[in-house]
Structure formats: C-alpha cells, structure tokens
C-alpha cells in the first residue's frame, strides 16, 4: 500500500516550453501533497504545498508563476514548469500524506528528471 | 525553522559491518522519518518514528525525542544498502508541518 507514481519519469525539452509532470497516489487518497526539488549529491528542497481545493503554498524564493501547481482531486497534483531554462534542470520529486492530519507520514514519487537544454 | 544534522556525512564499511547513523534536530516534532535513497532517486520509506524504538528486519531506528536525536542502526550491511540515509523531521507548531531533510548519509557497503 501506499505507493506514489510520477509521470513522465524523465523529460528533454527546449528553453522556453513547459512541462508538466504528475503526481498520483495509486491505493489512497491525499489531501495534501508535497513538491520537492534535488539538486545533484544534494538534499532534498521543499517548493510547495498542495491542498486539494485550494491554492499551493510556496516556499520563500520559489516563483509560484513559474511552478504552476494544481491539486485538481483526491489522487492528483501536477506540476507545471513554464518557459523552461536550463537552471531548472534538476529532480523533481513529489510526495503524498495519506488522510487529513498533514504531519502523517509521507509516500513519495520516484522522481522526475528534467533537463532543459 | 528546524534544523536537522545527520552524522557522519560519508560512511564506506564491508559487507557485514554494522553501523549506526545520527540525526539531531533543534525542536520539538511531530513526526520524524527515515528514508533510503536508491541509486535511480527513489525515496525508500524506512522509519515513522517521532519517540521510540522500532525494528525492521536488519534495520532498527530508535529516536529520543526529549534530547533531540534519532539513530539509524544497520546490521550485517549488504551492497544493497548503499545509498543515501535521509532523516526527516517535522518540527510541532503553527502549520509546521513540512518534513525538513538533513544533508543525508552517503553510505558505501563494499563486497
């Protein structure tokens, strides 16, 4: 039980696309969801929040116009990257808390990985 | 926000050592959590564990949350065990309820 998919697992794009990377949890249902960002050999940084039904909440520094985020039901958060330059190449990774109380414990996603050439 | 701190940063043993990772954390929390890194990113849920002990097979985590610190305990390690240990702590209050990652242990378990 408990298990997170992300989709697509890897992705190449042009400077100036968007992209857009999903977030699901498979076998429950996930009032809020997490957006992390890993750099190479580096720890894991959280941008965002995700609440089903209301709008996400950034992390200080994180241009919530240019990471899109959209908690459309139970099971679904997205991502989306818009106008992509090379410094946002990196892992994305999300994660998903089962029930309503936010500080159970989090399932995360394999991971995306984004380059942008 | 909390601060987390994870010892040692590297960590190269031979297969079948034992080893004990550390993690501490600068406030109260509510929740704490262990996770293994594979080599293809994949976060490996290991421990929920915000007081106490608890055993899984070859691995047990024991976290005294009155003096701020969690330990990761690896037994007769395999090469499988290699890898990045993530300790993750939610700090208590307001709407803190965001995991905050240490640095992470690089571990190395040669055959």
């Known amino acids: 039980g408990a298990v997170v998919s992300q989709h697509p697992s890897r992705v190449i794009c042009k400077s100036g696309t968007s992209v857009k990377i999903e977030c699901r949890s498979l076998d429950f249902q996930a009032t809020t969801m997490f957006w992390y960002r890993q750099f190479p050999k580096k720890s894991l940084m959280l941008m965002a929040t995700?609440?089903?039904?209301?709008?996400?909440?950034?992390e200080q520094g994180v241009e919530k116009d240019k990471f899109l985020i959209n908690h459309a039901s139970l099971t679904l958060s997205t991502l989306t990257v818009t106008s992509a330059h090379p410094e946002d190449s990196s892992f994305y990774i999300c994660?998903?808390?089962?029930?309503?109380?936010?500080?159970?414990?989090?399932?995360f996603g394999p991971g995306t990985r984004l380059t942008v050439l | 926000g909390i601060q987390v701190e994870q010892s040692p940063p590297d960590l190269i043993l031979q297969e079948g050592a034992n080893s004990t990772l550390r993690c501490n954390f600068s406030?109260?929390?509510?929740?704490l959590q262990w996770f293994h890194q594979n080599p293809w990113g994949q976060l490996i849920n290991l421990f929920y564990?915000?007081?106490g002990t608890k055993q899984n097979g070859r691995l047990s985590a024991t976290t005294v949350a009155t003096e701020r610190y969690s330990l990761l305990y690896i037994s007769s390690s395999q090469t499988t065990d290699s890898g990045v240990y993530f300790c993750?702590?939610?700090?208590?209050?307001?709407?803190?309820?965001?995991?905050?990652f240490g640095k992470g242990t690089l571990l190395t378990v040669n055959p």
């Open positions: 994660s998903a808390v089962p029930g309503l109380v936010s500080y159970n414990e989090q399932f």
């Open positions: 564990i915000p007081s």
């Open positions: 995700s609440n089903e039904g209301s709008k996400a909440t950034y």
């Open positions: 406030d109260s929390v509510n929740n």
């Open positions: 993750a702590p939610v700090g208590r209050g307001g709407s803190n309820y965001k995991l905050t």
